[in-house]
């Protein structure tokens, strides 16, 4: 079992940054590929962002590609995302998740756990 907590939203003007974290309990943590997804007000949730279990491989939503960088922590049991060059179009609910493969996936259906969401509001 593992458990996600998401932190880091707020409120941003376009073009600033923020940095999203998702620590997660258990010690399996390692082992798990872990994604970034997003979720707008009357839109489908959707990918954003995906690592592997060893952090080697990367992959992004052609969206995001360029101003995202997905990245983890295994001491810490972390995941981060690294937000730059916000636009309006990137306000969303924010959710982490965790796939036990451990490889890359980008389908909601691949992921076993998540967390609650954070908030993130880009302004224009």
């Known amino acids: 079992q593992v458990q996600l907590v998401e932190s880091g939203g707020g409120l941003v003007q376009a073009g600033g940054s923020l940095r999203l974290s998702c620590a997660a309990s258990g010690r399996t943590f390692s082992t798990y590929g872990m994604g970034w997804f997003r979720q707008a007000p009357g839109k489908e949730r959707e990918f954003v962002a995906a690592?592997?279990?060893?952090?080697?491989?990367?992959y992004y939503a052609d969206s995001v590609k360029g101003r995202f960088t997905i990245s983890r922590d295994n001491a810490k049991n972390t995941v981060y995302l690294q937000m730059n060059s916000l636009k309006p179009e990137d306000t969303a609910l924010y959710y982490c998740?965790?796939?036990?493969?451990?490889?890359?996936?980008?389908?909601?259906?691949?992921?076993?756990?998540w967390g609650q969401g954070t908030q993130v509001t880009v302004s224009s």
């Open positions: 690592i592997s279990w060893s952090g080697t491989r990367t």
């Open positions: 998740a965790a796939d036990r493969s451990g490889l890359i996936r980008t389908s909601t259906d691949s992921y076993t756990y």
